[in-house]
């Protein structure tokens, strides 16, 4: 197994959106915000190559949306997909599946692409298969006013008329030790409904990809819950649980959304669980 970052590129958001309750005066130290109150944010993938398999967990926001909506974003960098998957010597074509944590636009939206004459969608990876769990399949085709903004059709209904989407089988509780694809998922329901956190296996380590249950080094402290967060007490009680098993087990946690830091890890102090250390992806591998 190889197991690649891809940054499918940077943006930024409103750092009190970021951080909910958290005054700017604390939140500030760690993720400073610009003259607008934007902190800056990554879109940061991960490709494993295993086998005949190539996964792609997650794929950014895509292209496809207007020069306005891209424009509610301050996107900034030159990063993007199809530059970071040549880096490593693969196109999309080569991807065999796309593991999406979660269909927030930001998560799912280079999953779909315009045809060739944009008068439709089509999936952006025409060899793969699209996968996602029937529980929040459901919630985000049928979206609740909250995330309406978040869960955008043209993202989504694609991959199902394409016949590439595929259903992850989930268990009882809230951990399946081992999923189709080859790694273990966490089911988490406090940011959206069955958000899924990859736990893979990789040279002795447990690398975790945190989507949205962590999106920065910043987020450590318990309180501090996005303001998007459909059931905010649920994520402290989720996070909670979590971080302190990563402690325990000494996981390394690949943040998707900081973009100044790829991987850390974290220990327990008098304080509660807090960063211990930060690793580049070339440090672990």
């Not at 794929?59 to 496809?64: A, F, Y």
């Not at 509780?173 to 999923?179: I, K, P």
């Not at 736990?199 to 318990?222: E, R, Y």
Request: net charge negative.
């Amino acid at each position: 197994m190889k197991l690649y970052p891809i940054e499918s590129g940077n943006f930024k958001l409103d750092g009190g959106a970021m951080f909910g309750v958290v005054p700017k005066t604390i939140w500030n130290k760690t993720n400073p915000a610009d003259n607008n109150n934007l902190i800056d944010l990554a879109a940061r993938c991960l490709l494993i190559e295993d086998g005949n398999r190539l996964i792609l967990i997650d794929t950014g926001m895509g292209n496809k949306q207007s020069e306005k909506f891209f424009g509610f974003y301050s996107m900034w960098g030159d990063h993007n997909l199809d530059k970071s998957l040549a880096k490593h010597g693969f196109s999309r074509d080569d991807v065999t599946d796309v593991f999406m944590t979660h269909l927030h636009f930001d998560h799912c939206g280079g999953s779909v692409q315009w045809n060739k004459d944009k008068t439709g969608y089509e999936p952006a990876f025409k060899n793969a298969h699209f996968w996602t769990n029937e529980n929040h399949w459901e919630w985000a085709t049928k979206p609740n006013a909250r995330e309406k903004a978040s869960f955008l059709s043209e993202n989504i209904l694609p991959m199902q008329e394409s016949g590439q989407l595929k259903f992850i089988k989930r268990p009882e509780a809230g951990f399946l030790e081992q999923s189709e694809l080859g790694f273990g998922i966490l089911f988490a329901d406090g940011h959206t409904e069955k958000q899924m956190i990859p736990h893979i296996n990789h040279k002795g380590k447990t690398i975790v990809f945190m989507a949205d249950l962590l999106p920065t080094v910043g987020h450590i402290p318990l309180p501090y819950v996005m303001g998007y967060d459909t059931r905010p007490l649920l994520t402290i009680d989720e996070k909670a649980k979590f971080l302190n098993e990563a402690a325990d087990r000494g996981y390394y946690l690949f943040l998707e959304h900081d973009a100044h830091n790829q991987i850390i890890t974290v220990e327990h102090t008098e304080k509660g669980v807090r960063l211990k250390e930060l690793h580049s992806f070339e440090d672990i591998l």
